[in-house]
């Protein structure tokens, strides 16, 4: 992934998605993939990931870790 200065890994993503998850107290997964859709096009709008990145793939690799979010939220 690309991010000017450093590298902006997945990992970072996926914690940002659940801080933003527990912020708008997300209940179900369809709106946790609309955060995760937001937040992708968020990044690629400012530059901190690109088209030639395999955005769907990292999209799907965020969509795969609800389970975890879901967690999260029932034992905050």
Known sequence: ?????SEFSLEQLFLELKKQSRSENVQSYDEYIDLVDN???EKKNYGFLV???DLEQIKQ????R??????????A
Do not use: F, I
């Not at 690799?61 to 795969?64: A, I, Q």
């Open 66 to 75: 609800w389970v975890e979010v879901e967690r999260s939220m029932l034992h």
């Open 51 to 53: 088209d030639e990145e």
């Open 39 to 41: 937040l992708v096009e």
């Open 61 to 64: 690799d965020l969509e795969l």
């Open 1 to 5: 992934m690309t991010y000017t200065g």
